[in-house]
């Protein structure tokens, strides 16, 4: 889609730095417009949702514009025809400037809480899980790939998990 061409957004300096802290944590390296791209995409995919939080956001100083790829002004515009009404409610956002300050933070909130809900393993992890993967593969001759393995060993940990959780709560 870029060769669609692009468009301008703009937003105050508080929306702008925390973008930027938020790309320097999860996307080393990118520029602004390339962090909405991979978050649009993520939140496309069902990776997390943008979730409405309780927030006052400081909107104070002058517009700061960046550029953007016209696919993700569409979908900012379609958010805002989703979800206008309540940010209107919520926030008073009512221009479509103020709309988007307000729901990339949402967007912002919702990948942190997605990204705490989230399992980070090491290389070190794998390390086992590939020894497992082979230890399980003598004893039994069904073509169980690696991944399907791990999907596997990690659903039965969370059913361990919630388990526990279940009968520490009694």
Known sequence: ???????TVGLKPSIINRLQ?????????MFLP?????????????????ESHNMKLDLTGHYNTITI?????EWLEKSQEK???EYEKKYRAKCF????????????????????????LKESDFTYLQKEYQRQK????????FEK??????????????????????
């Open 69 to 73: 790829r016209s696919d993700i002004q």
């Open 34 to 50: 390339s962090t909405l791209i991979m978050m649009m995409n993520e939140v496309k995919k069902g990776y997390y949702s943008v």
């Open 83 to 85: 979800l206008g009404e």
């Open 138 to 145: 003598e004893f039994s001759h069904e073509g169980l790939s």
């Open 97 to 120: 400037t103020k709309f988007v300050s307000y729901f990339i933070v949402n967007l912002l909130e919702s990948k942190y809480e997605a990204s705490n809900r989230s399992i980070n």
């Open 21 to 29: 802290d938020i790309t320097d944590k999860n996307y080393p390296g």
């Open 149 to 170: 393995f791990v999907d596997d060993y990690i659903n039965e940990l969370f059913g361990k998990i919630k388990a526990s959780k279940e009968i520490l709560t009694i």
């Open 1 to 7: 889609m870029p060769s669609k061409g692009y468009a």
